[in-house]
T-cell receptor, first 110, second 112 residues
């Protein structure tokens, strides 16, 4: 079946290093993707989105890359800080629904 | 700021009880969603609604129903709670089109 958001479950990085969180999707018709951050005890919060007519989009300290050829999405966080520790989800928005993967727990080491 | 408010942060209910989870959004969004979140499984869509009095099944609707009598309010109903419905429940809303959804803080439901 089709799926989105196949994540590695955990990622640990040193404070100040760059983080890269990856996501694979299987539906080639997917045309809009979102990255969410979920801190402990809170609901997911929007970080950045990208449409399928783009390869790259940048925000503040974050960059999302989309490779439609291999159906891969990544979130890059520059100069990772302790406050970046959270679970990160990629999600596909199609047919008015958001489909999420299992998420990646990012841990920032001192 | 968009605000999605879920009526309870924590709930403990007994097996067999009928449970109501309430969600209210203040941005006049057409779309509203209910998800459950379990470790290792991410967020799974239970039900969603595009308009008042309409509803659509998501990926895991069994054991749940919903009600949308007003645009701003979307209720999730567990007809007869079971222990396998112990989970974090998240409500979200969004405007039409390809756009982000805004989430509430979640309700952690424990069924004993």
């Amino acid at each position: 079946g089709e799926s989105v958001g196949l994540h590695l479950p955990t990622l640990s990085v040193q404070e100040g290093d760059n983080s890269i969180i990856n996501c694979a999707y299987s539906n080639s018709a997917s045309d809009y993707f979102i990255w969410y951050k979920q801190e402990s005890g809170k609901g997911p919060q929007f970080i950045i989105d990208i449409r399928s007519n783009m390869d790259k989009r940048q925000g503040q300290r974050v960059t999302v890359l989309l490779n439609k050829t291999v159906k891969h999405l990544s979130l890059q966080i520059a100069a990772t800080q302790p406050g970046d520790s959270a679970v990160y989800f990629c999600a596909e928005n199609r047919a008015r629904q958001l489909t999420f993967g299992s998420g990646t727990q990012l841990t920032v080491l001192p | 700021d968009v605000k999605v408010t879920q009526s309870s942060r924590y709930l403990v209910k007994r097996t067999g009880e009928k449970v109501f989870l309430e969600c209210v959004q203040d941005m006049d969004h057409e779309n509203m969603f209910w998800y459950r979140q379990d470790p290792g499984l991410g967020l799974r869509l239970i039900y969603f609604s595009y308009d008042v009095k309409m509803k659509e099944k998501g990926d895991i609707p069994e054991g749940y129903s919903v009600s949308r009598e007003k645009k701003e309010r979307f209720s999730l109903i567990l007809e007869s709670a079971s222990t396998n419905q112990t989970s974090m429940y998240l409500c979200a809303s969004s405007p039409p089109g390809d756009t982000e959804a805004f989430f509430g803080q979640g309700t952690r439901l424990t069924v004993v």
